[in-house]
């Protein structure tokens, strides 16, 4: 019997499924997918581990924003699991320490004032300039995915990403097809900072996705569709 590959699409920070709708429409006529919920733990090794306890023996996985981090923590925990690694508009860096008083001041708005004023504040820069005004359809689904969310959930995910390893010496390690991505127009963690990424991972492929911000597989899904769909095929060892 032959059984399906599996993909895991890990969503980053405030993301639920429908950050991957077009990518779980694309893959699962030839994958199975698992998107997995990261809102019930507070460190990036927590939800890696929550990850692999869900996850077949052996699989394929890419994460998106803070979901390209817990990636990189499944990698550290179970390397030889990872068929396929994928990275999509995220980062390899420990938190400096002017990333603190941001963070601690997008919280202090989702905890006084709401998950609708925390995606007032959070989500413009998060996508390319001027979108939420030209796709009022794709704002409505952003804005509801943020409000899906809780103030506590959104705390217990800052604290994740404040207290996070730095994964940059982990990168020589990964021997599997490994795809880095990235929206051109990423303001929050820019293609420049992803090319060091791709090029300390031998044999990576870098994709930047034309006219996308932070949030591409929403807002360039047919360029991550394809690059995903490429990177499924690539053959894996063993």
């Known amino acids: 019997m032959i059984t399906r590959e599996t993909v895991i699409l890990v969503p980053g920070l405030l993301c639920d499924a429908d950050v991957w709708t077009h990518q779980i429409a694309a893959l699962s006529p030839l994958y199975e997918v698992i998107v997995p919920d990261l809102t019930r733990h507070d460190s ?15 699989f394929s996985i890419v994460g ?12 550290r925990l179970a390397p030889d699991r990872v068929a396929r690694l994928g990275l999509l508009d995220t980062g390899v860096h420990a938190a400096p320490p002017e990333e603190l008083p941001k963070r601690q001041a997008m919280i202090d708005i989702s905890a006084g004032q709401g ?6 504040a959070w989500l413009p820069p998060m ?8 796709d009022p359809d794709l704002g409505e689904r952003l804005y509801a995915m943020v ?12 604290t994740a990403l404040v207290n996070r390893p730095d994964a940059a010496p982990l990168l020589a390690e990964i021997a599997c097809p490994a795809l880095v991505g990235v929206g051109e127009l990423d303001q929050w963690s ?21 006219g996308a ?10 360029a991550v569709n394809a690059a995903l769909l490429e990177w499924m095929a690539r053959p894996v060892a063993g």
């Open 115 to 120: 998950m609708t004023a925390l995606a007032d």
């Open 44 to 58: 990036l090794q927590g939800m890696a581990a929550h990850i692999l306890e869900g996850a077949p023996e052996r």
């Open 190 to 210: 820019p293609p420049d900072q992803h090319v060091p990424i791709a090029e300390a991972i031998a044999g990576s492929t870098m994709v930047v996705f034309g």
């Open 64 to 75: 998106h924003s803070m979901g390209g981090r817990v990636t990189l923590e499944v990698f």
């Open 147 to 158: 409000e899906r969310m809780t103030p506590a959930i959104h705390r217990q995910q800052i």
């Open 127 to 134: 996508v390319r300039p001027g979108l939420l005004i030209e």
């Open 213 to 222: 911000g932070h949030m591409a597989p929403m807002e360039a899904p047919e």
